[in-house]
C-alpha cells in the first residue's frame, strides 16, 4: 500500500502568491484530516472530510484558506493570497473508522515557506 | 473544545533507562487516545493507541495507561534505546461523537543518552 501521498513536499513562495497543496488517501479510507505544524502551535486541525464532506472547518484560520475533496482519492488546500505567517508544514492523514478502532496515518507533508 | 496538556516537554534519559510522558484531557467525550513518535523531518507515525474502555495497553517496550477519573494518559518506554529519541505526541478525540479530529498535546523531546 503506497500510504498517503502529498505534493509537493516542499514549497517556496511570495508573499501575496497562491499555493495548493494536494493529498491522496489511503484507498479505502474515508476520512481526510489537514493539520499544520508550527514551532509556535504544534499540531493543529484545520480541516477534516468524511466521505468527501467537511464536518469540521474550525481550525481554518480565515478565508484565505480553503479546501476541497472532489472525490475519495484526492483532496486541495488552498491559500490565497498566501502570507509569511502561513509558513509550516502541511500535514495529510486519512482514516477509517472501523471496529473500534480510528487510526489516523500521516502523509509526509508539505513543508512551505512564504517569503 | 479539548485541550490537551503535555508533560515534560523535553525529557533526557540514560540508555536501558525507563522514560514516563504525561498528558491530561479536559473533554470528558473524549474516548481515543494515541501516541504518535516523530523524527526529525519525518512525519508523526502512531506508536500506540488505547481506548477509554481500557486501563492499560502493553506493546513490547511501550505501555500506556489511562485514568478516565483524573482524565490522564500516560505513555512508559522501557529499556530506552539511542532509536527512540525522537518528539511524542500524545492527543485525544472522541470518535464515538464524532469529534474524530485529534487535539494534540505539545509534544515531549525525548533524548536517549548511549
Known amino acids: 500500500d503506497a500510504g498517503v501521498i502529498q505534493s509537493p513536499r516542499h514549497e517556496v513562495t511570495e508573499m501575496g502568491q497562491e499555493v495548493t497543496l494536494r493529498c491522496k488517501p489511503i484507498?479505502?479510507?474515508?476520512?481526510l484530516f489537514w493539520y499544520r505544524q508550527t514551532m509556535m502551535r504544534g499540531l493543529e486541525l484545520l480541516i477534516y472530510f468524511n466521505n468527501n464532506v467537511p464536518i469540521d472547518d474550525s481550525g481554518m484560520p480565515e478565508d484565505r484558506f480553503s479546501a476541497k475533496m472532489p472525490n475519495a482519492s484526492f483532496s486541495t488546500l488552498k491559500i490565497q493570497p498566501s502570507e509569511p505567517r502561513d509558513s509550516a508544514v502541511y500535514f495529510c492523514?486519512?482514516?477509517?473508522?472501523?471496529?473500534?478502532?480510528?487510526?489516523?496515518?500521516f502523509g509526509p507533508g508539505t513543508r512551505l515557506t512564504v517569503l | 473544545g479539548e485541550n490537551v496538556e503535555q508533560h515534560p516537554s523535553t525529557l533526557s534519559v540514560q540508555e536501558g533507562d525507563s522514560a514516563v510522558i504525561k498528558c491530561t484531557y479536559s473533554d470528558s467525550a473524549s474516548n481515543y487516545f494515541p501516541w504518535y513518535k516523530q523524527e526529525l523531518g519525518k512525519r508523526p507515525q502512531l506508536i500506540i493507541d488505547?481506548?477509554?474502555?481500557?486501563g492499560e495497553k502493553k506493546d513490547q517496550r511501550i505501555a500506556v495507561t489511562l485514568n478516565k477519573t483524573a482524565k490522564h494518559f500516560s505513555l512508559h518506554i522501557t529499556e530506552t534505546q539511542p532509536e527512540d529519541s525522537a518528539v511524542y505526541f500524545c492527543a485525544a478525540s472522541a470518535m464515538d461523537t464524532g469529534r474524530r479530529a485529534l487535539t494534540f498535546g505539545s509534544g515531549t523531546r525525548l533524548q536517549v543518552q548511549p
Open positions: 492523514a486519512s482514516s477509517l473508522k472501523t471496529g473500534g478502532k480510528d487510526t489516523q496515518y
Open positions: 488505547i481506548r477509554s474502555n481500557v
Open positions: 484507498s479505502g479510507h474515508n476520512s
